[in-house]
């Protein structure tokens, strides 16, 4: 089993940046799919951003195209969500979870963070 936990959130205003984190420990790392999502008060669960194990592929929703990017360092045991040009529907808190499977479907992930808040102030 991997254990997961993000770190990076905060209160930012919009247009700025964040970097959130995700730091994994027990099970490798290295060979899991990282999916990062997002869940905002009284609304489902959304899908943000997909990388594979290697990182050779990923995969972004359409509302954060071009001002998120996913990336990770298996070396490090850490993946990461670079957010850009935040927007205030951009808040949420936001969870990465892990899986030996490419997949953009949360219901599908076998491990989780237990989530970081990410505000933005307009």
Do not use: H
């Amino acid at each position: 089993q991997v254990q997961l936990e993000e770190s990076g959130g905060g209160l930012v205003q919009a247009g700025g940046s964040l970097r959130l984190s995700c730091a994994a420990s027990g099970r490798t790392f290295s060979r899991y799919a990282v999916g990062w999502f997002r869940q905002a008060p009284g609304k489902e669960r959304e899908f943000v951003a997909l990388i594979s194990w290697n990182g050779g592929r990923t995969y972004y929703a359409d509302s954060v195209k071009g001002r998120f990017t996913i990336s990770r360092d298996n070396a490090k045991n850490t993946g990461y969500l670079q957010m850009n040009s935040l927007k205030f529907d951009d808040t949420a808190v936001y969870y990465c979870a892990a899986d030996e499977d490419y997949t953009a479907a949360p219901t599908e992930y076998d491990y989780w963070g237990q989530g970081t808040q990410v505000t933005v102030s307009s």
